[in-house]
């Protein structure tokens, strides 16, 4: 039986990773932990893990995540991770994906808050100096 990597590059197989977090199995246990579920979920265009794990002060109405061409996401780097308060942490990242043949990266700084024991996703800044084409990259 093959076993499948988690898309967000822990190297632990995606039943053993993100796979129970999406299922509402068990809650993430760090805000790093949630980041990367939650890239998992936009690679599965899971919306509805998106929305339940987006805190309710931000969380948009609703999500679509049918965008035509869809991006295939292709890497995530946890480049920081950091509690800036008993509660509240930061994530730093970069995210590759692919759309239409080019590649892209998307560099956030997200922050997070712990309530009731389960981490949300509140929002972040989007590095836009380094957001968009992956230079070198064959674009098609």
Known sequence: MKTTSCPCG?????ARCCAPLLAGERAANTAEALMRSRYTAFARRDAAYLQRTWHDSTRPAALDLEEDPAPK???LQILAHEHTGADRARVEFVARYRVGGRAR???ENSRFV???GHWYYIDGDIDEGTAGPIEGERRQ
């Open 105 to 107: 990266r998307l560099h």
């Open 10 to 14: 822990s190297g632990l197989p995606f």
């Open 114 to 116: 712990r309530e009731r």
């Open 73 to 75: 996401w292709i890497g």
